[in-house]
């Protein structure tokens, strides 16, 4: 099977206008964070737009830290992914695994039996990993050994180690880590500047990372030691808006996620977030076809109209009072609504209830199988075509995210369906079309 997640959970997300938070917001660190509207005003494709743009900022993405800490007689060490949605290491110079280190080398694919091999195509040694990328949320943690490492290779000429991941940095998800904001040019790189990621980094907090946790949750991630980060001075009324808007509430305090990685986590879900906790109750393609017939007066028929399009007929259940008050969405399913009005992003495996912690959150777009010629474009920085593969196709949806917009006919009263008495779990119905325009 090509995905990690056995029953995923699907996730929607709203846009995210962030033109209300334009100017001074608040300091951290003793750095004053300061709002950059987006060109023409328009909203961010949704909240994990906003947050980190789907990328990294350059000099703290994965191949900044390869390049950053191969050996000096390496001219080149690189990071990418396959045709076939693998991760593999392309390098000047013959290397192979340290021992050790199988957390992280699993994240990232590899098994550690893998060897580096010539490949002329590529005029590099090339490490493929066995097995695909762990998805979610990507966190790169040290041993507990001397010294402690990320992630150790061996120099095959030399046999001198290296660490070729050092700092234990934390992620959206592997592509994100991958993703250099600014430098992909495809549709979605279009907030390098305009994310908050990037308004700290300019404000001087240069480390700080924004993730959307799978429970719909907010985190700020910083090195332990970087403990100002923990709390913000200054806030001015559009900066505790955005706080608010994010799912932050002011009671929150700093964990140690990690021997050098700490963490601050909203108490609250972000408003524009629904992460359901479970499986879709149905997720269905729906095409709409656009063609008006007429019967002339000798029988004949002539016809006019419009290609068909296609869309989506969508059934969540999520949670009422009935689970308890840390699992109840009522009220949070209440303040949703008015950030689903008109572009909504499903993510199909935003979470995994048999491994906590190792959502799908997968942000590339999903594609089409049969509309791609060849292989190079199946899986690339971009997009995806996991939906759409044999492995997949008896599971639940996985695979990348689809942009969408409400269809005109969808329901605008009575869209919950409560489960009775005890308000167990509420069903919404909603109908979608694909979204061309994003």
Same mark, same amino acid.
């Given at each position: ?13 709203? %846009? ?41 900022? =350059? ?12 050996? =000096? ?39 550690? =039996? ?98 959307? %946790? ?69 997720? #269905? ?14 029988? =004949? ?28 969405? %009522? ?9 689903? #009005? ?58 990348? #995210? ?13 869209? %919950? ?22």
């Amino acid at each position: 099977m090509t995905h990690i997640i056995k029953k995923p959970q699907l996730a929607i997300l709203g %846009e995210f206008d962030g033109t209300a938070y334009t100017g001074t917001l608040y300091d951290r660190n003793s750095n004053t964070v300061t709002g950059v509207a987006m060109t023409d005003n328009a909203p961010h494709f949704d909240l994990i737009a906003f947050l980190n743009g789907y990328g990294t900022k =350059s000099g703290k993405d994965l191949n900044s830290d390869f390049a950053s800490n191969k050996p =000096s007689t390496f001219t080149s060490f690189v990071g990418a992914i396959n045709e076939s949605g693998h991760f593999y290491i392309d390098s000047s110079h013959a290397f192979s695994f340290h021992s050790g280190f199988e957390d992280n080398r699993a994240k990232l694919g590899f098994t550690g =039996s893998e060897s580096a091999t010539y490949s002329s195509d590529a005029s590099a040694y090339r490490m493929t990993a066995t097995n695909t990328f762990k998805r979610g949320v990507f966190e790169i943690t040290k041993n507990t050994g001397t010294p402690r490492l990320g992630l150790a290779f061996v120099n095959t000429a030399t046999s001198g180690v290296f660490d070729a991941l050092p700092n234990e940095r934390r992620a959206q998800n592997l592509p994100t880590f991958l993703r250099v904001r600014g430098s992909v040019g495809d549709a979605d790189d279009v907030y390098s500047g305009k994310c908050l990621e990037d308004w700290e980094s300019t404000a001087g907090n240069t480390d700080a990372t924004f993730v959307l %946790e799978e429970d719909g949750r907010v985190s700020v991630n910083y090195p332990s030691n970087d403990t100002d980060h923990a709390v913000l001075a200054n806030i001015t009324t559009k900066g505790e808006s955005l706080l608010l808007r994010l799912g932050f509430d002011g009671t929150e305090t700093q964990v140690t996620t990690s021997g050098n990685h700490a963490q601050l986590r909203a108490t609250n879900r972000a408003p524009c977030v629904l992460p359901t906790g479970r499986g879709y109750v149905e997720l #269905r393609r729906e095409v709409l076809s656009r063609d008006d017939h007429s019967i002339m007066a000798d029988g =004949s028929v002539i016809s006019a109209g419009l290609s068909p399009i296609k869309g989506w007929a969508v059934v969540l259940r999520v949670f009422g009072p009935a689970h308890g008050y840390s699992k109840d969405q %009522e009220k949070h399913l209440r303040n949703w609504w008015q950030h689903a #009005r008109r572009g909504l992003t499903i993510y199909p495996s935003f979470g995994d209830p048999d491994n906590a912690g190792d959502g799908g959150n997968d942000t590339r777009r999903h594609v089409d199988l049969i509309g791609l010629y060849g292989t190079t474009a199946r899986h690339n920085l971009s997009q995806t075509v996991e939906a759409d593969e044999s492995p997949t196709h008896h599971g639940k949806r996985v695979g990348g #995210r689809l942009l969408l917009r409400r269809h005109p006919a969808d329901q605008q009263e009575r869209r %919950e369906a409560y489960s009775g008495a005890l308000d167990i779990h509420q069903d919404i119905r909603l109908r979608l079309l694909d979204d061309p325009s994003r």
